[in-house]
């Protein structure tokens, strides 16, 4: 068989994939006749698309099934690197084959191209994958699927495939040698770990557990029961932010920069954090991640030992271990009576009901949708199965992981490392086709317009798709930085000042859409209820304020010389009251110069 052929049937019968997606080039002819009989081969008009999608794919997938990327030379390979980067950064599995020109039509190092649409594709990516390499020769499944699996944090893969190689004739063959990767823990050092977390437990009287997208949703759903009875309260980062539900009684919300205010205000004010499952970046730390839980040991797990000798923040203890390992021999081992931390349960649960996910102090003109009450709407209204798709950046990324109460079972998956406009609809592609549950995507209309050709493949699949595009004439954020920190020098943020956005109807009709525009908040609930039950995707414009504001929030300041500096989680935007400090951060009080 040609190799293109032994290739798809490895990654088939070995591999368990089931789905490709792609744009066809001349450079991956042979691949793509070998996939196409093999695969359920989905086209897309633009390859960054492919990319996202088959990220969101294997992410959502609970039965195992994957999907691959195949892409052709040049801009084949330009066009997917940010989702390669994308996946790179939130450490998820992709796995992109794409062409190459013909072995003696590759260029030596001193010219800058020889092949057309000839490209090094494989060093370009490079840094920003697992493995990437130009397959010179046919390798066989033995050393593929070392390469595979050669790390055990996930991550992009990306091979590169002359045209002459994918043809050449092979034997096939199934000697498999599989190389031993793993690096983490062993089970004497988590129990060691255990012991330690233990000693320092029975001693704390604030503690908190913080799950992150490092603990595997079957595992998370495994040990539900074990987290809900173990008498700490829980809080989730946003990538974790499906592996405990809101309507469980000791959830106590998402901290981050752009965190819950309640949620930020408790786990500055706890003694003990447990951080099962996440790397604790700048963005869940805050950027003052030398005032991160100031009062606290930090606990942090995580499978990759380089995020726990990264230097920010600084921890107690680190293991490099797999999450739910760790996390199952914790709960099981740690017997905690169930008044333990009472007197936190309550100081918790007070908190939280003083302050609403809605800040007071947003404002939304007449004639336009409060995107927090939107959020909170459609949380209530949304089912247990539903998959939530958040985009990845702006108001209408922040809002939904401020605001949205998550129930357990629904599955929420967002790219916030690389935070690219655009990702959203190719995203939620991936995600509906993977699960064929029904898929809820809320983006902004800056970043939808990056990505809409994809509204042909929504059409022509069929998808279980509910698109809602928040509608605020351009980039929010961006408009809303260039207010604080340049005195309004608006340009190219919006219609006004040069960008050019769509008349959505007119794109909806173009892909044969049911289209739908929600205006009038007195109507939004029947509005929603209508939209989420419509058969098929639809098209759903949420007439959004320009000038809405987004509170609470971390604020930074420029420093004289130009450098910036941010407040620490529990300092967010508007001030709280003198009374409500002595009050609700009673624990931080003395030891804060709180604003």
Not at 11 to 26: I, S
Not at 361 to 380: Q, R, V, W
Not at 446 to 468: C, H, M, P, S, Y
Not at 470 to 489: D, E, P, V
Request: proline share 5%.
């Amino acid at each position: 068989m040609k190799y293109a052929e032994y290739l798809c049937e490895k990654l088939k019968d070995n591999e368990n994939y089931t789905h490709c997606y792609f744009v066809a080039g001349g450079n991956i002819m042979h691949l793509l006749d070998a996939a196409r009989s093999r695969f359920e081969c989905i086209p897309v008009v633009h390859e960054v698309a492919a990319g996202i999608a088959a990220e969101y794919f294997n992410e959502t997938n609970k039965e195992g099934k994957k999907a691959f990327v195949l892409v052709t030379a040049g801009p084949g390979l330009t066009n997917v690197v940010t989702a390669i980067a994308g996946a790179f950064l939130e450490s998820r599995e992709l796995l992109v084959i794409g062409g190459q020109v013909k072995r003696t039509d590759l260029k030596t190092p001193k010219l800058r191209q020889r092949g057309i649409q000839e490209i090094d594709g494989s060093s370009i990516v490079d840094p920003i994958t697992n493995v990437s390499i130009l397959i010179s020769e046919p390798i066989l499944y033995s050393e593929l699927r070392n390469l595979l699996h050669k790390h055990q944090k996930p991550g992009p893969i990306f091979l590169e495939i002359p045209l002459d190689v994918q043809g050449i004739q092979i034997e096939n063959e199934d000697i498999v040698t599989i190389q031993n990767v793993s690096e983490h823990s062993s089970s004497i050092e988590i129990l060691k770990f255990v012991e330690s977390l233990q000693n320092v437990l029975s001693k704390s009287n604030r503690p908190i557990i913080l799950l992150g997208g490092g603990l595997a949703r079957e595992k998370a759903v495994d040990l539900n029961t074990l987290l809900a009875n173990c008498g700490i309260p829980i809080m989730t980062t946003w990538n974790g932010a499906d592996r405990y539900g809101a309507d469980q009684i000791n959830y106590w919300g998402r901290p981050n920069t752009w965190g819950q205010r309640s949620a930020n205000m408790l786990i500055q004010q706890s003694d003990c954090v447990i951080a099962v499952g996440t790397r604790l970046g700048l963005q869940q730390t805050g950027f003052a991640w030398e005032e991160f839980a100031p009062l606290a040991k930090i606990f942090q797990v995580d499978i990759d030992k380089n995020e726990l000798e990264k230097g920010h923040p600084k921890i107690f203890s680190g293991l490099a271990s797999d999450a739910g390992e760790f996390l199952e021999k914790f709960l099981k081992l740690t017997a905690l009576k169930d008044s333990s931390f009472e007197e936190w349960h309550i100081f918790g649960d007070k908190l939280i009901e003083n302050f609403p996910l809605n800040d007071i102090h947003n404002e939304t003109a007449k004639g336009f949708i409060d995107p927090y009450e939107f959020i909170l709407e459609l949380s209530t209204q949304s089912k247990n199965e539903d998959v939530i798709i958040p985009c990845s950046s702006g108001g209408a990324f922040t809002v939904t992981l401020q605001a949205f109460k998550s129930k357990f079972g629904q599955t929420i998956v967002s790219n916030k490392g690389l935070a690219s406009m655009g990702y959203g609809l190719a995203a939620a592609i991936g995600a509906a086709e993977s699960t064929k549950s029904r898929t809820i995507l809320i983006e902004g209309d800056g970043g939808f317009a990056q990505n809409l050709q994809e509204l042909g493949t929504v059409r022509q699949r069929d998808l279980n798709l509910k698109i809602f595009i928040f509608s605020n004439r351009g980039y929010a954020s961006i408009r809303m930085t260039q207010r604080n920190y340049f005195n309004g020098a608006y340009l190219g943020c919006d219609v006004e000042t040069g960008l050019g956005m769509p008349n959505w109807e007119f794109i909806a009709k173009a892909y044969n859409l049911p289209y739908f525009e929600m205006e009038s908040p007195e109507e939004a609930s029947s509005q929603l209820k209508k939209i989420l039950e419509w058969e098929g995707p639809t098209f759903t414009v949420i007439k959004i304020d320009p000038d809405q504001t987004y509170f609470p929030k971390i604020m930074s300041r420029v420093l004289p010389d130009g450098s910036m500096a941010s407040n620490p989680l529990h300092s967010m935007t508007p001030d709280l009251l003198p009374e409500q400090v002595a009050e609700f951060l009673p624990y931080l009080s003395d030891r804060i110069n709180l604003r």
